[in-house]
């Protein structure tokens, strides 16, 4: 599965009056394409912190003291505003723990919904149709440099065929936004159809006026040459004799008239939209250059004809040159990319050395971010996000060391100074003063090499693994997936969204979130709803724009327990559905038992302990983890529930050693003392507490928790058998 996001190596503080506060400090994780990761902590963790780091909403004090966001090639930590923009709702989305915080309490529900379809509609209209054009004129040069180098005549045929492609795509598009807004037509009027017919039986009919116009309007546009077309004239007389048969029966009280209009055309659409939808592509190739009128054959052999017409006469050839533009592209930047691993893998001498010489390191670091750049094929579709972020990984860790270089010093001479001062008052007042000397905050050194060089590590692995695969590739299924990527940006541009649309899709998504009634509830106030149907709107609302990724920070905390397992439900289903990667935030581990795939515990900014819902939930490992697990209430037991003891530090004045010691009735002399690194236990499961160090002592959870263990996984194991 491939990794949608990266955090990696993440720290974030804030300036407060008091001094620099710790909020998030070194966490890395990954979340992978329809995976749901649960981050879990107390209050004051850092999760929030987290989530609006990965949104580019950090409050204007924050500091990005250090590390990485990856998404889709880039590196969020580093990009600007305008393009966050882009990124922001329309590809991560982020539900929050009080759905009214996110409503606008003075807008109806379904403008709020259909406003950010709209402005977001209008930014990728945009950014589809320059996608599309760059990409084209890249296929363009690639083409001619493969397929004509010396061949002036044929370099002409091949600028020629890609105007084409441009030139042909707008009619395909016009006729298949057309076709779409005909067909959308007929759904909506049929929905309105079948609802007028139940008001009718029910006796229940009023506001016929605006409900028949309504029916008129829609059905009318339903007229187009692939939709409602021979039947066209029937439905106008339908139409108007439905109006008149309506103003009639509101007089007479008698609907009979009414219903048999309604049936008929109700009728014509049904068989409407049942009908097999034309190849607009290869049509707007046919309309757009054949010169003939399209022939008269039922769409499945008209399909058949325009598909062989356009594949004759241009994209089996266009195809071809494709492949071939693919394939020596391919082929030359693999060869960059071996040399580049020999490059990064010699460069690791340089940058394992005791000493760092500035001036050779810069030179080393620009000479490498060139060559890799230049290795990155640009005729892929897809980005590949270790290359890309490749310069800013590195040029930032550079930075880190050497910026630490520079503080040791300093901090080094401040610190023995106060310290020469403390003592001297000290001794003179014969004792210990009533202050202390603030430790020199030494940078690692060690440390900052060591991530220097995981990143040439990664990369050099990453294109180890492309050049192993490289025979593997079929250049003619790329350039298939390359004609789609230009079809998809093309009909992006051309999906203009309309409030007529916007509304459609705004009913859709409420029907999807579980709203009942939607027509009804579209036209109302955020306080004529439930909590827990306001948090559904505002779910749809982050759905609206289709994003991968969605952050729900604490989603159900303002919701009562049956309502709570309702949004959970949804939240989980409407992943199912969509393949969306969900970053869940909750301070308790019971809401995430079933829904997490992989969990990361958090505790005074650090993750403590990461793995897989298994790891975590049967074999905890850290003191922390299992203080959450005996604080979560269990529907099996009465056992009384055990709080954990303490509260978490002040993050102002960090613990030299392990955060958790003073809360940690296993705390080892070493916890006060020094940080625990993440010790691996498994392939997916790894802690951070000194408990796993090879010398320390054996240490079982406390019995409520492996009693709890043993029980569910009796549990589970009870219903995999039914
Ligand atoms: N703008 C800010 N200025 C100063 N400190 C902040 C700011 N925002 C957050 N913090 C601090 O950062 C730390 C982490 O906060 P965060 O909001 O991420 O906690 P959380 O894990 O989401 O907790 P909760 O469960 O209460 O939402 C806390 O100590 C908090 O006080
Ligand atoms: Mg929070």
């Known amino acids: 599965m491939a990794n949608k996001l990266e955090v990696r190596n993440l720290r974030i503080s804030f300036r407060t009056v008091s001094g620099k506060l710790q909020a998030v400090r070194d966490i890395s994780f990954d979340l992978k394409d329809g995976e ?45 505003e305008d393009e966050f923009y882009k990124i922001r ?73 890609c105007k084409n492609f441009d030139k042909f795509e707008g009619t395909h598009l016009k006729l298949e936004t057309a076709y779409n807004s005909a067909v959308n037509n007929a759904n909506e009027a049929i929905a309105e159809i079948e609802n007028a017919l139940f008001l009718i039986e029910k006796n229940a009919f009023k506001d016929e006026k605006n409900i028949i116009s ?28 439905l109006k008149t048969a309506a103003s009639a029966s509101k007089k007479s009280g008698n609907y009979d008239e009414v219903t048999a209009n309604l049936n008929k055309i109700n009728e014509i659409l049904k068989a409407a939209i049942a009908k097999e939808m034309p190849n607009f592509f290869s049509m707007g190739y046919y309309l757009t250059f054949s010169g003939e009128p399209l022939p008269d054959l039922p769409v499945s052999e008209l399909n058949q004809f325009l598909r062989k017409y356009l594949d004759d006469n241009y994209m089996l050839e266009f195809i071809e040159y494709v492949e071939n533009a693919l394939r020596d592209s391919a082929k030359e930047h693999l060869v960059k990319k071996e040399a580049v691993v020999k490059e990064l893998k010699e460069s690791l001498n340089t940058f394992r050395a005791d000493v760092y010489s500035r001036p050779e390191i810069d030179t080393l670091v620009n000479k490498l971010v060139k060559d890799v750049h230049d ?26 060391y050497f910026n630490g270089e520079k503080q040791n010093v300093v901090e080094t001479k401040r610190y023995e100074k106060q310290k020469a001062s403390y003592d001297r008052k000290a001794a003179r ?23 220097i060089c995981t990143i040439i590590i990664r990369l050099t692995e990453h294109y180890e693994e492309l050049l192993a695969q490289k025979d593997q590739r079929d250049y003619g299924e ?55 149907m306001r948090q559904r709107i505002v779910i749809a609302i982050a759905l609206a724009a289709n994003p991968d990724i969605l952050i729900c920070d604490e989603p159900t905390t303002a919701l009562d327990v049956t309502i709570q397992a309702q949004i959970l439900e949804l939240i989980n289903k409407l992943k199912k559905e969509r393949n969306l990667s969900i970053i869940f935030i909750t301070h308790d581990l019971g809401v995430v038992a079933n829904m997490a795939d992989k969990i990361a515990v958090m505790y005074a900014g650090k993750i403590v302990e990461y793995g897989t819902s298994r790891d975590v939930f049967y074999s905890p490992a850290h003191p922390y983890t299992w203080a959450l697990l005996s604080s979560m209430p269990d529907l099996d037991t009465n056992e009384k529930l055990e709080a954990i003891p303490g509260t978490p ?74």
């Not at 879990?40 to 999760?47: I, P």
């Not at 309504?214 to 004799?241: K, P, Q």
């Not at 093309?490 to 009942?516: D, H, Q, W, Y």
């Open 478 to 532: 790329e350039a298939v997936a390359v004609i789609d990527y230009l079809k998809l940006n093309a009909s992006g541009f051309a999906n203009k969204v309309t409030r007529r649309l916007a509304k459609l899709r705004a009913l859709k998504l409420m029907e999807e979130v579980g709203i009942p009634e939607p027509r009804k509830r579209y036209r109302q106030y955020p306080f004529e709803f439930s909590g827990g």
């Open 649 to 722: 530090p002040n993050m102002i004045y960090p613990p030299v050693g392990d955060a958790f010691a003073e809360r940690n009735k296993f705390a080892l002399k070493i916890d006060f003392e020094k940080q625990p690194p993440m010790f691996r236990i498994s392939d997916t499961h790894s802690a951070a507490t000194w408990l796993l160090h090879p010398d320390a002592p054996h240490v079982d959870p406390p019995k409520i928790v492996t009693e709890r263990i043993a029980r569910s996984k009796k549990n589970a194991g009870g219903d995999s058998n039914g």
């Open 375 to 400: 290795s990155i094929d640009p005729m892929e579709i897809n980005r590949d996000s270790t290359a890309y972020t490749f310069e800013s990984s590195l040029r930032s860790a550079v930075e880190v």
């Open 36 to 80: 749901t990761l649960a981050i879990v902590g107390e209050s004051g963790s850092g999760k929030s912190v987290t989530s609006k780091a990965i949104l580019g909403i950090l409050a204007g004090n924050a500091i990005i003291d250090g590390g990485e966001i990856i998404y889709d090639g880039r590196d969020l930590l580093k990009i600007p």
């Open 429 to 451: 007042a014969g004792g210990e003063l009533s202050w202390k000397v603030t430790p020199a905050a030494i940078v690692d050194l060690q440390l900052a090499k060591d991530n």
């Open 214 to 241: 309504n029916i008129c309007e829609l059905s009318l546009g339903t007229v187009n040459d692939y939709v409602v077309s021979d039947d066209s004239a029937e439905l106008h007389t339908l139409v108007s004799s």
């Open 89 to 161: 709702g329309d590809k991560i989305a982020m539900i929050f723990q009080d759905p009214l915080s996110s409503l606008n309490p003075i807008m109806r529900i379904g403008k709020q919904l259909t406003e950010a379809m709209i402005l977001k509609g209008k930014a990728r209209q945009k950014s589809c149709r320059k996608a599309f054009n760059e990409y084209l004129a890249r296929l363009e040069k690639a083409m001619i440099k493969s397929n004509a180098a010396n061949d002036p005549e044929k370099a002409r045929s091949i600028s020629e065929k």
